[in-house]
Every structure is written in C-alpha cells, then in structure tokens.
C-alpha cells in the first residue's frame, strides 16, 4: 500500500512504498515546539521506502541523548514532514498530519512520556516510554 503527502503549499510531496515500521506518538518538548502542538504523531519508515520530490530545508536539533535529530521542512510554508534520527540509522519519522489521509493512522507507541502535557490523556493499549524506545 502507498501512502502520499506532503506540506501546505504543496512544493514537497512525498510517497512512502509499503506499511510503515509502526507509527508513534512524541512528547518531547522539541517536538511540541516544532509542531506547535501537545505531541508529534511519526510513521517509522525504513528510508528506502521514502520518496521525496521538492526541496527540504534541515534544522539540526540534538536529542537527550546527544544524536542529532534532522528536523526536515519545506522552506516556503515551514511544513514539518520528515526527521531523521541518527540514533535509528536508516529510519526516518514522517510526520503523520502530512499525510494526504491520516484516517487510518494507529498509534502503538508513545515516547517521552516524561515531557507529556498533563491534559492530554492517551488509551492505555499504546506503549508508553519515559524516553526513547532503545536502538535496535
């Protein structure tokens, strides 16, 4: 199954071959900031099934752990699509409110926990980590 999106002006457009990894739920506060929003929702995707057409602009942000985190966005309208995670090499976070339908999105892991907003309040089947998940 393919699924498509892109950003608000519609100059980045992106296609993802395939189910993704799985998808997840973000509580860091750099993801809150970057989003504007409580949490940020990722599908895990192996790069390779990632296609990107139209050019990405990348903020390099740091994680707790010291990774770089490359925080990918269109340059026109600032749309968030993709992060890069250099603690999961050749995985990249797409970012779910970019996709062209996100109806059928399943969270089943929620990460930084720590860091959630306490007036948001999540079902209890969706795994949820203080921090990160580990590698691997």
């Not at 192996?46 to 990918?72: C, I």
């Not at 339908?101 to 929620?110: E, K, M, Y």
């Amino acid at each position: 199954m393919t699924k498509t999106g892109g950003c608000l002006c519609g100059k980045v457009r992106y296609e993802i071959e395939g189910e993704p990894m799985f998808t997840a739920l973000c509580h860091c506060t750099n993801c809150q900031k970057q989003g504007g929003a409580a949490f940020s929702v990722n599908l895990l995707v192996n790069e390779a099934q990632l296609t990107v057409e139209g050019d990405l602009k990348t903020f390099e942000d740091k994680g707790d752990s010291g990774n770089n985190v490359y925080r990918k966005f269109c340059g026109n309208c600032g749309s968030p699509n993709v992060s890069e995670l250099e603690a999961f090499p050749g995985m990249v976070a797409v970012k779910g409110g970019t996709l062209n339908d996100a109806s059928r999105l399943n969270p089943t892991v929620q990460t930084y926990c720590d860091s959630k907003q306490d007036w948001v309040s999540l079902p209890e089947s969706i795994t949820a980590f203080a921090k990160s998940p580990p590698a691997g």
